[in-house]
Nanobody, 127 residues
């Protein structure tokens, strides 16, 4: 079992930055693909970014079209922690952000492929 706990959310002005963290329990973190998803108010959950297990396909990363070039996903296996650096934030980035993990080294953009989920952290971007 893997438990995920997000932190780092908050209120920021448009154009600002935030870094989300996701602390994972367990010894399997390094071999799992990890992802970030978000759920804007009144909308369905959507993919944000994902990162493959270290050593798998060069630790490849993937992003949604709306976050590519502004967000950076990374992982520190020694700390069992996943990060999401969010830059040039826009009001439409306002959402609850969730950390997720797969029992597989390969990433996908589909939420149903992830079996471990955190409780979420709120990000609010004011205009």
């Amino acid at each position: 079992q893997v438990q995920l706990v997000e932190s780092g959310g908050g209120v920021v002005q448009a154009g600002g930055s935030l870094r989300l963290s996701c602390a994972a329990s367990g010894r399997m973190f390094s071999v799992y693909a990890m992802g970030w998803f978000r759920q804007p108010p009144g909308k369905e959950r959507e993919f944000v970014a994902a990162i493959a297990a270290t050593g798998w396909d060069g630790g490849t990363t993937s992003y949604s079209d709306s976050t590519k070039g502004r967000f950076i996903i990374s992982r520190d296996n020694a700390k069992n922690t996943l990060y999401l650096q969010m830059n040039s934030l826009k009001p439409e980035d306002t959402a609850v952000y969730y950390c997720a993990g797969r029992a597989s080294p390969k990433t996908t953009m589909t939420g149903h492929d992830y079996v471990y989920w955190g409780q979420g952290t709120q990000v609010t971007v004011s205009s």
